[in-house]
């Protein structure tokens, strides 16, 4: 059985009763490649959908690492949101102005919500005094 159907924080048999768990505002993001003026491929993101989710920032995969003599902050979070058929890994989730990139969606079983991991895109630089 897959871990995400494991989770008892979110069980999708209660239906209305984890709506009001859906309290964080979401932006999917998708992306456009144009040729710009000098010949490259540009590309442009912009919002996809907005909805409601439940975010758990999580431990395992958040952490620092030591980057240019300077430590860098990652956030990582598992996002539920109603099932929808249009996420994708190439998408981005946008939340409270910082950038994730999709690792993976997993759908439950019955296609009424999604299980996204998603990684912060852009880290947290703070220098090193050691």
Known sequence: MADYLKRE???????????????????????TEAQGSDGSLVRTWSTLTEQWGRIEFTTVASGE???AEQVVHRMAMTLHVRYRNDIRPKHRVLHEGIEYDILSVL????????????????PQWASFTG
């Open 107 to 122: 759908p439950d079983p019955k296609q009424m919500y999604l299980t996204i991991e998603a990684v912060q895109r852009e």
């Open 65 to 67: 690492e030591f980057e």
């Open 9 to 31: 924080s979110f069980n999708t048999d209660k239906g209305r009763e984890q709506a009001g768990a859906m309290r964080h505002r979401i932006a999917f993001r998708t992306f």
